[in-house]
Nanobody, 122 residues
Framework: QVQLVESGGGLVQAGDSLRLSCAAS????????MAWYRQAPGKQRELVAS???????GYADSVKGRFTFSRDNAKNTSYLQMNSLKPEDTAVYYC????????????????WGQGTQVTVSS
């Protein structure tokens, strides 16, 4: 069974920085895609950033220039560096990944972490 575990959330002031980590463990053959989503109370879950296996990244307009997404393929871990945090960034952040569990698997499956709370005060 594959598990994704997020860490690094917390309570910070506007302008501060945080780094979120997402570690994948279990039976993993390959991870071709990883992403971070966030969901604030009363709002729909939104895509924050994504990264492919070769390191190509994409970001939501609201975080461009402030967040940086990276991954360590050897460790099956992704990182979201969040700088210049704003109160609008307050949300539960979830990591997700498309994972193939064996070379014989017909397709990749999507896995989600449990979420980590990020709260930015003004």
């Amino acid at each position: 069974q594959v598990q994704l575990v997020e860490s690094g959330g917390g309570l910070v002031q506007a302008g501060d920085s945080l780094r979120l980590s997402c570690a994948a463990s279990g039976t993993i053959f390959s991870i071709n895609y990883m992403a971070w989503y966030r969901q604030a109370p009363g709002k729909q879950r939104e895509l924050v950033a994504s990264i492919s296996r070769d390191g190509s990244t994409g970001y939501a307009d609201s975080v461009k220039g402030r967040f940086t997404f990276s991954r360590d393929n050897a460790k099956n871990t992704s990182y979201l560096q969040m700088n210049s945090l704003k109160p609008e960034d307050t949300a539960v952040y979830y990591c997700t990944a498309r994972i193939k569990t064996s070379v014989r698997a017909l397709s990749e499956s999507i896995y989600w972490g449990q979420g980590t709370q990020v709260t930015v005060s003004s």
